[in-house]
């Protein structure tokens, strides 16, 4: 086929209008120069589209067919050219996010919700992955952003503070730490412990054990889960007390009981991560949009607990 676009902008011109003379000044051309190119449309297409006399111009059965397929072209073709030019500002794509529950039960939803109030053209694509997943993922540009225990420092990788978590205890209700209103990480020497998977919760324990070794012991894990839901529905059990953080407890079912540590000042961070070199448009806007977040404070503060 030789016809391009302008041929279909002119045919639906004289389509709508039955008329090549107000059709030629709509388009700003020679009357003429029109009824040629609409020849070498028909010529092209081996159609006759248009029914010709003297006192009438009208669309052939043809015509008609090509109308409405021309028009849906056109419009296809204004819409890419308008989607090309908001990809190019930034302003249109996909974001793919990774969080982990700490994220998800803190800051993260918010976020998502204002971003995408003020970038309705971007599609955001979150899915789960503990951190050591999200930072393979962030390498291997199958992740544009993820949301992971910090602090990270791996090379290549931008960084903002989301979110700082207090940890906490937590026991089922018929425990006889149940009616404290506070616990000495110490106390806890001798209990046993539900938590996630060592090759899957690294970053964690990297914030945990520590802790743990300076009140002088190291928790004995006695059954694993891979997410903070299985690890409360275990606790729920009564297979054994845990420590997450505040925000995981807002999202705890009944039976459970929250108790501080009142000598543990060492918050967990959350950080957002992106590859620095590889960093879409999208994930520059998302960036910048959480900056202006933690300009205005909206993130980067102490959780508040359930009370």
Same mark, same amino acid.
């Given at each position: ?16 209008? $039955?008329?090549? #003379? ?30 010709r ?15 409405? =397929?021309?028009?849906?072209?056109l419009? /296809? ?6 989607l090309t030019? #908001? ?12 969080y982990?529950?700490?994220a ?13 109030? /003020?970038?309705? =053209? ?6 789960? /992955? ?17 949301? %992971?225990? !910090?602090?990270? #420092? ?6 903002r ?6 940890p ?14 506070? $616990? ?15 090759? @899957?919760?690294?970053?964690?324990? @990297? ?14 894990? %006695? ?6 839901? /299985?690890?409360?529905? $275990? ?19 009944? !039976? ?23 960093? #879409? $448009? ?8 959480? @900056? ?5 404070g ?10």
């Amino acid at each position: 086929m030789k016809f391009g676009l302008r041929h279909i902008r002119y045919f639906l011109a004289v389509a709508e209008d $039955l008329n090549f #003379r107000r059709a030629s000044e709509k388009l700003n051309i020679s009357q003429p120069a029109l009824s040629r190119a609409i020849q070498h449309l028909e010529a092209d297409l081996g159609v006759q589209l248009f029914a010709r006399s003297q006192s009438f111009v009208r669309l052939t059965e043809a015509g008609v067919v090509f109308r409405d =397929g021309a028009r849906a072209v056109l419009n /296809g073709m204004e819409a890419t050219v308008d989607l090309t030019r #908001r990809i190019n500002r930034g302003e249109a794509g996909a974001l793919r996010v990774g969080y982990t529950d700490f994220a998800i039960a803190g800051a993260l939803p918010e976020l998502l919700k204002q971003f995408r109030l /003020g970038q309705p =053209g971007i599609t955001i694509r979150p899915h789960h /992955g503990v951190t050591s997943t999200q930072l393979r993922e962030l390498d291997d540009d199958k992740l544009d952003i993820g949301f %992971v225990t !910090g602090p990270v #420092r791996q090379a290549g990788l931008g960084r903002r503070a989301i979110q700082t978590d207090r940890p906490i205890c937590i026991v089922h209700e018929s425990h006889r730490f149940a009616q404290r209103k506070s $616990l000495r990480l110490k106390d806890l020497a001798d209990e046993d412990f539900v938590h996630g998977p060592a090759k @899957d919760w690294a970053h964690f324990y @990297d914030y945990l054990f520590p802790l743990c070794r300076r009140a002088g012991f190291m928790p004995r894990i %006695v059954q694993e889960a891979f997410n903070s839901v /299985g690890i409360l529905g $275990l606790v729920s059990c009564g297979m054994g007390i845990t420590i997450l953080t505040e925000t995981i407890y807002n999202f705890a079912s009944g !039976g459970l009981v929250a108790l501080p540590l009142e000598d543990v000042p060492e918050v967990m961070l959350t950080e957002a991560v992106w590859n620095s070199d590889k960093a #879409r $448009l999208p994930t520059l806007q998302f960036v910048e949009f959480l @900056d202006q977040q933690i300009a205005l404070g909206q993130i980067g503060a102490l959780p508040l607990a359930r009370s």
